[in-house]
C-alpha cells in the first residue's frame, strides 16, 4: 500500500485547510478539520441572517438550500427526496429507527461491534416496546460472522438488520453490502450507520441496498459540528414510513383529526433546524465531490496501515485493531500507562488524538481485555510525516518519567 495523492495534492488539500498550520490532527474520527469554503458558507449565512433576519435569510438562499439535497444525493446515488437533513447522525438513526412500527416480539438484529448509542437504543426499545435484540456473532479475526448472521435472519426473522459500517472504537469494516445482500434476498429492512464511514469510504445506497443509511457531517466529511443527514429510500417512502416524532414540515395538518405526511424524506425533518450548518453541510459534500473518492479511501488506509504497522513494534504498544478490512481509526493500548495522560502528552506536542473507554464498546472491549484505548485518525489532508511524528511522540512517552498506572489513573 503506498500514498495516492502528490505531495502537490496533500498541499493543496492543507491550504484549504487553516488548522494544519496549527496542529497534527488525528483525530478525524472526532470531528475532522472543516476546510476554508465550509468555514465561509457557515459564517456568510450567520453573517446574512443577522443582517436581514433568519426567515428572510433562508428565502433568500433558497437555490444553495435545494443544492444541499442535490449534493447529498449524488454523493450517496440517490435522488434529492431521498434525504432528510438531521442534527447529527444519531438524530438520523433514530428518526430512521422510530419510523418502524415494530410489535413485542420482534426482532433487530446487529453486531457485537455496533456503535455505542444504537446499542443503548435496540435496548431502550426491549425496555419500552418489547422488542427483542439479537446479535450475530464475530469472527475471530473480527467483524461480523455473514454466516452467522443469515443463520440468524433465517432463524429469528428479524425486523430490522442494523449494521454501523465502521465503529467508533475500531479501525474495523464492516461487510455492508455482502449484508445488504442478504436482506434482500430475505425481505428484512437495512438501517446502515454510516456515521465514520462517510467522507472516507465512497457510499452508493444502491449497491449496497440499504433502507436507510445515517451520516454526520463532522467527521471525515469535513463538515460541521451539529449537522448530519438521512437517507431513506423510496421503497421506505412510499409505503408510507414516518418518524414518531412528526412535525409540521413533515406532514400537513388537514382536518380536525388527520393529517398526511409529505411525500419526500422531509418528512424526517424538523421545522427548524441550522440553515447555516446546512449549508456548511452542503460545502463539505461539494468539497468531497471534488476529490476522487477512490483516492480519498486508499489515502485514509495507507496512513492508518503505516501507523498500525509502525505502533506495534514499539515496546508495550499494543494495537486493537481486528477485522479482514480495516479503515481510517486506529486504536491502541500502552502498558502501564493512561489514557488521559497520554493525551494530554500529545496535545503538549500539538497532536490530536482521543480517548476510547470500555463504556464505549463494552462487548468489543471485554472480548480484547482492555478497558481503553488511544483513538488516532488520519484524514487525507494529514502527510506520512505527521504520521511519524505521533509514532515518534508515542515511542518518547513510553520512556518518559512517571507514565505509572498510579500517577495516571
Known amino acids: 500500500m503506498q500514498q495516492v495523492f ?4 496533500v498541499d493543496g488539500f492543507r491550504n484549504d485547510t487553516t488548522g494544519c498550520a496549527h496542529v497534527n490532527h488525528m483525530n478525524s474520527a472526532g470531528a475532522g478539520l472543516m476546510p476554508v469554503p465550509v468555514v465561509s458558507a457557515i459564517i456568510d449565512h450567520i453573517r446574512l441572517e443577522a443582517e436581514i433576519g433568519g426567515y428572510e435569510a433562508a428565502d433568500r438562499k433558497a437555490k444553495e438550500i435545494q443544492a444541499f439535497y442535490t449534493s447529498a444525493a449524488k454523493m450517496l446515488n440517490c435522488s434529492p427526496g431521498n434525504i432528510a437533513f438531521t442534527a447529527n447522525a444519531t438524530d438520523a ?4 429507527i422510530s419510523s418502524i412500527p415494530f410489535q413485542p416480539g420482534d426482532v433487530i438484529l446487529t ?3 455496533d456503535y455505542i448509542s444504537n446499542q443503548i437504543t435496540y435496548l431502550a ?3 419500552r416496546f418489547g422488542t427483542i435484540l439479537v446479535r450475530a456473532a464475530s469472527l475471530p479475526s473480527g467483524g461480523v460472522d455473514l454466516k452467522d448472521l443469515e443463520e440468524c435472519i433465517i432463524r429469528h426473522q428479524p425486523k430490522l438488520v442494523s449494521v454501523t459500517h465502521i465503529p467508533t472504537n475500531s479501525g474495523l469494516i464492516q461487510p455492508v453490502k ?3 445482500t442478504l436482506c434482500a434476498k430475505y425481505g428484512v429492512l437495512y438501517l ?3 456515521c465514520q464511514s462517510a467522507g472516507q469510504i465512497p457510499l452508493d445506497v444502491q449497491s449496497l441496498q440499504c433502507d436507510f443509511m445515517s451520516i454526520t457531517s463532522r467527521k471525515y466529511l469535513r ?3 451539529g449537522a448530519g443527514f438521512l437517507y431513506v429510500s423510496s421503497k421506505i417512502l412510499d409505503a408510507g414510513y414516518e418518524p414518531l416524532f412528526i412535525d409540521m414540515r413533515g406532514a400537513d395538518w388537514i382536518a380536525d383529526n388527520e393529517y398526511v405526511p409529505v411525500k419526500d424524506a422531509r418528512r424526517f425533518e424538523d421545522w427548524e433546524f441550522a440553515y447555516a450548518l446546512l449549508l456548511g453541510t452542503g460545502a463539505a459534500i461539494d468539497y468531497y465531490l471534488t476529490i476522487d473518492a477512490d483516492k480519498i479511501e486508499q489515502q485514509v488506509k495507507f496512513l492508518a496501515s503505516y501507523l498500525r504497522s509502525a505502533l506495534q513494534k514499539i515496546n508495550g504498544v499494543t494495537v486493537h485493531d481486528k477485522g479482514p478490512d480495516l479503515g481510517g481509526p486506529v486504536t491502541f493500548h500502552v502498558k502501564g500507562s493512561g489514557p488521559e495522560w497520554i493525551k494530554k502528552y500529545l496535545l503538549q506536542k500539538k497532536i490530536n488524538v482521543v480517548t476510547s473507554y470500555r463504556r464505549f464498546a463494552v462487548l468489543d472491549y471485554d472480548e480484547k481485555r482492555i478497558d481503553w484505548t488511544i483513538r488516532v485518525s488520519p484524514h487525507y489532508y494529514n502527510t506520512l510525516e505527521e504520521a511519524k511524528s505521533l509514532v515518534h511522540a508515542v515511542e518518547e512517552l513510553t520512556h518518559a518519567d512517571g507514565v505509572t498506572s498510579d500517577l495516571l489513573a
Open 6 to 9: 502528490s505531495r502537490e495534492e
Open 93 to 96: 438513526f433514530c428518526r430512521a
Open 111 to 113: 453486531t457485537n461491534e
Open 125 to 127: 426499545f426491549e425496555r
Open 178 to 180: 455482502e449484508i445488504g
Open 192 to 194: 446502515i450507520d454510516a
Open 223 to 225: 463538515g460541521p459540528r
